[in-house]
Each structure stands twice: as structure tokens, then as C-alpha cells.
């Protein structure tokens, strides 16, 4: 069974950083996988932060364009999530996601998902 295992989270101040990891587990996962961040603020809708391809290609919401860079070890199976430049907009849980198809703002149903981080930005 395939799980995906996310770590980095916690608090941090206004302007700080913070690396979020997440590590798929088990020999089924596919390396066809697109694989990418989702978050949730309290009452708010999960939405894309990030994602990249197998191939490398980068996908980033507008929000976090210029703060955020997405990377991935496809032999380690572990997507990376640099968040720097943090603003209190940016609190919320951070979920962790694999898809073989694109990801779209909003998550679609189906993929593997991460039971998710909490990432508090607040001085």
C-alpha cells in the first residue's frame, strides 16, 4: 500500500521560510505521478498551491508565484515545497498530493493524498 508521508510544517513568523517534504512509501508508487501541494485555511476550500511533473515542469497558483519553489527527488519519491517570504494568508494545512493526471485548482476526486501539515505563519 502507497501512502504519502508529509513533515516540515510548523510556525513562523511574517517574511520567514519553512520546507515542507513528502515521501511516498511503498514499491507501487507509480513515477508517473504528478506530484504537487494543496492547502486549507479554516473555512476556506482546499486550492492548488503547486505541482511538478515527472519531467520537472513547475505549476504554481499566482499567490505564491516568486515566493514558493516546488522541487522533487523522483529516486527518493519525495516532492519538496521551499516557502519563503510567508504571510498570516498563508496559514493552513498543507496536504501533500499524487496524480497521474494534471492538477487542477481545486482537487480533484482520486490520487493519493497526504494526511497533511500544519503551517501557522503569525507573529
Known amino acids: 500500500q502507497v501512502q504519502l508521508v508529509e513533515s516540515g510544517g510548523g510556525l513562523v513568523q511574517p517574511g520567514g521560510s519553512l520546507r515542507l517534504s513528502c515521501s511516498a512509501s511503498g514499491d507501487r508508487f507509480s513515477p508517473n505521478n504528478n506530484m504537487g501541494w494543496y492547502r486549507q485555511a479554516p473555512g476556506h476550500q482546499r486550492e492548488l498551491v503547486a505541482w511538478?511533473?515527472?519531467?520537472?515542469?513547475?505549476n504554481y497558483s499566482d499567490f505564491v508565484k516568486g515566493r514558493f519553489t516546488i522541487s522533487r527527488d523522483n529516486a527518493k519519491n519525495t516532492v519538496y515545497l521551499q516557502m519563503g517570504s510567508l504571510k498570516p494568508e498563508d496559514t493552513g494545512v498543507y496536504f501533500c498530493?499524487?496524480?497521474?493526471?494534471?492538477?487542477?485548482?481545486?482537487?480533484?476526486?482520486?490520487?493519493?493524498w497526504g494526511q497533511g501539515t500544519q503551517v501557522t505563519v503569525s507573529s
Open positions: 498530493n499524487a496524480r497521474i493526471s494534471p492538477m487542477t485548482f481545486r482537487p480533484q476526486p482520486g490520487g493519493l
Open positions: 511538478i511533473t515527472t519531467g520537472g515542469s513547475r
